[in-house]
């Protein structure tokens, strides 16, 4: 776990009335992209701290210089990093600190500590289904201000804006949009091998069976430990061949539960993760048998296509981060990622993921932090204060050019592709003590020998009846 404050180094409480246009911000913020020392590993340390925003939209809140919002959060480092420096423009703008608490074990430890009274005055939930669970179960999230509203009515796709209201009430705004439907690779070896990059599922699977040919042993490498929140990369497997098995219809149905999580369907889209999780010929390079994907973290799992023992990995946009200072993340470079390519011919099917900002509180200061978050200087900012890549941001205001690496740009492309049809990670959206709970735990039982109908049985038996 790590806690940290951001304070404020002088006052800037002057409104500078900057545009909100990425173009515009970009001529401001141009001065602080760059210049990465490598402390944190994630590029952010303070690369956004001299951004000049706007601050009238603040001024409605009143007198905040010298009071503080607490944040918890899963977004650990070096992500954090990045996050923290994102914040200095608000401090400097406002007087407001910012105490950012993060931890590997936010979802089980929010839960935590709203039931013992120790809550956050904001929380970024990686689930709008979490969302949902605590507004219904605990009633302890206040409604967005009506600045937020305006913001994510402005700046995003009114999608976005429904993954944050509860029963028609909106709490939450968008922050992140990370896209899933990558798989991670060398292009080094690649080109030293000879090997092109697959346009369809078929000639993936072709392409893994050549590659466990010629190097005598599994080309994919994978993991899903992450403390609290183990077998979460083990849904986004699920999920990406859901939508290409399936399709997005049967998927929203999935989610809503109007067909059952036991569905022949979706045993259909398990055992299709499961022609590389499940096979022994194909996993896990460099890292053991098909059951060590259960205890492999997350987060070193991709490690193997840096030292050749791994070809082939499946994470998204975010995986960037996880690299070692130093790689070269770049089509020609040490690492990149191809689209998870599908058979389908009518659609480009991308799954997605995203963090939403929920306040605990309604303090003047909260709320203007919220409708920070919810800013197109949030988002220009953010992309800036991450030098080494890893964040995009469905924020319409976003300058691409403010994002740091080919790679983000990539993943915008992707985001805005007419022939995308992208839809947000099921887990994320199912009830809390189903995504984030029988969901990831089926997941390990899978992958540790239970057999697929074993998983989606236990998982719909326990799907809550009201």
Not at 316 to 340: M, R
Not at 445 to 452: A, V
């Amino acid at each position: 776990m790590t806690r940290s404050t951001i304070t404020r180094t002088r006052p800037r409480r002057r409104a500078l009335a900057v545009a909100a246009s990425g173009a515009s911000l970009a001529l401001v913020l141009a001065a602080c992209g760059g210049g990465d020392d490598g402390g944190d590993g994630g590029g952010g340390d303070g690369d956004a701290s001299a951004a000049e925003i706007d601050c009238a939209p603040y001024e409605e809140f009143g007198d905040i210089d010298g009071t503080e919002v607490h944040v918890y959060t899963s977004i650990v480092d070096p992500e954090g990093a990045t996050m923290q420096a994102s914040f200095e423009p608000f401090t400097e703008c406002t007087g407001v600190d910012v105490d950012y608490e993060a931890s590997r074990e936010f979802e089980a430890q929010l839960l935590v500590r709203i039931q013992a009274g120790n809550l956050p005055d904001v929380a970024f939930l990686p689930q709008p289904g979490l969302l949902r669970t605590i507004v219904e179960d605990t009633g302890t999230v206040v409604p967005a201000p009506d600045a937020v509203a305006a913001n994510v009515d402005e700046f995003f796709d009114p999608a976005l804006k429904e993954y944050g209201t509860v029963d028609g009430t909106f709490y939450a705004a968008p922050m992140d949009a990370n896209v899933k439907s990558y798989v991670w690779y060398s292009p080094t070896a690649f080109a030293d091998a000879g090997y092109e990059v697959p346009q369809t599922w078929t000639e993936l699977m072709d392409l893994t069976e050549q590659m466990a040919s010629d190097i005598g042993g599994p080309p994919w490498c994978a993991g899903v430990e992450s403390g609290d929140a183990t077998g979460w990369p083990g849904t986004d497997w699920v999920e990406d061949m859901m939508l290409r098995t399936a399709g997005p219809d049967v998927y929203d149905q999935w989610v809503d539960h109007e067909i059952p999580f036991n569905d022949p369907q979706v045993v259909a889209a398990f055992d299709a993760a499961g022609e590389v999780l499940k096979n022994p010929d194909y996993v896990n390079a460099g890292l053991g048998g098909v059951d060590s994907i259960a205890t492999t973290p997350w987060t070193d799992a991709g490690f193997g296509l840096l030292d050749g023992s791994c070809y082939l990995h499946r994470a998204a946009n975010f995986y960037q981060t996880q690299f070692p200072e130093g790689t070269d993340v770049s089509e020609d470079g040490d690492v990149f990622a191809f689209y998870l390519p599908t058979d389908q011919t009518d659609i480009k099917p991308v799954e997605i993921g995203g963090t939403f900002a929920a306040a605990f509180d309604d303090r003047p200061e909260v709320q203007a932090f919220q409708t920070y978050i919810s800013s197109a200087d949030w988002a220009n900012a953010k992309a800036l204060a991450t030098p080494n890549g890893g964040w995009v941001n469905a924020n319409k205001q976003l300058d691409p050019e403010n994002l740091a690496t080919d790679f983000d740009k990539l993943s915008a492309e992707i985001l805005g592709d007419p022939a995308s049809v992208t839809r947000f990670d099921a887990s994320d959206l199912m009830p809390g003590e189903v995504g984030s709970g029988t969901f990831w735990t089926a997941i390990v039982n899978w992958l540790t020998g239970s057999s697929t109908q074993e998983v989606v049985d236990q998982v719909e038996d326990s799907w809550p009846t009201s």
